[in-house]
């Protein structure tokens, strides 16, 4: 099992340039959610899915979109690349997620360091 | 609003110096508190999850428990390979529907030989 797969690993982009940041998962989770990650401000939820089709805001949302067409993958598009996106961004999968009890834990990929210029 | 506090935010201890990591959290209706280990350039790494208070796991030399309002990870006799950010997190629920996973901002541990 490769589980939670990220691609890029480093990106730098011009200011408001596009580009889609890629996550993979093939552990059949249901549950899939991006996070930034920002010193000092710990990791925060931008965008998260439970399922195929059904995707909602987290806490930081601006400037990022997200679809899911398949149960396995879960991109990141930023629309138009800010300063302020500079981050390093994780992707994250689980199993069930707070309504279903257990097997709750979440996995990682190893992120993308991203760079806004 | 779900909030999950830890401390201290940076811990330095002598190699053999057992101590205790703390997260404190408010949140509606736990579904879960977990304690993740990240290295530096890497992404968090899953250690425990807790979901009951007087809940209790251990893992080679940590320990986590859990109460009704914050969770302490024990570290016993640490080792240089200990050194790493301690992270936090519960799910909650958010309103609608909806659950979320909130995070801690760290601790970070470093053991000096």
């Known amino acids: 099992n490769a589980g939670v797969t990220q691609t890029p690993k480093f990106q730098v982009l011009k200011t408001g340039q596009s580009m889609t940041l890629q996550c993979a998962q093939d552990?059949?989770?249901?549950?899939m959610s991006w996070y930034r990650q920002d010193p000092g401000m710990g990791l925060r939820l931008i965008h998260y899915?439970?399922?195929?089709?059904?995707?909602d805001q987290g806490e930081v949302p601006n400037g990022y979109n997200v679809s899911r067409s398949t149960t396995e993958d879960f991109p990141l598009r930023l629309l138009s690349a800010a300063p302020s996106q500079t981050s390093v961004y994780f992707c994250?999968?689980?199993?069930?997620?707070?309504?279903?009890?257990?097997?709750?834990?979440?996995?990682f990929g190893q992120g993308t360091r991203l760079t806004v210029v | 609003e779900d909030q999950v506090t830890q401390s201290p935010e940076a811990l330095r201890l002598q190699e053999g110096e057992s101590s205790s990591l703390n997260c404190s959290y408010t949140?509606?209706?736990?579904?879960?508190l977990f304690w993740y280990r990240q290295d530096p350039g890497k992404g968090p790494e899953f250690l425990f999850t807790?979901?009951?208070a007087g809940e209790e796991k251990e893992k080679e030399r940590l320990k986590a428990t859990l109460t009704k309002k914050e969770s302490f990870l024990h570290i016993t006799a640490p080792k240089p390979e200990d050194s790493a950010t301690y992270l936090c997190?519960?799910?909650?629920?958010?309103?609608?529907?909806?659950?979320?996973?909130?995070f801690g901002k760290g601790t970070k541990l470093s053991v000096i030989p």
């Open positions: 807790l979901y009951s």
């Open positions: 552990m059949n989770h249901e549950y």
């Open positions: 997190a519960v799910w909650g629920y958010s309103g609608a529907g909806s659950y979320q996973l909130t």
């Open positions: 899915s439970v399922g195929a089709g059904i995707t």
């Open positions: 949140v509606s209706g736990l579904r879960g």
């Open positions: 994250a999968s689980s199993y069930s997620w707070g309504s279903q009890g257990e097997n709750t834990e979440a996995f």
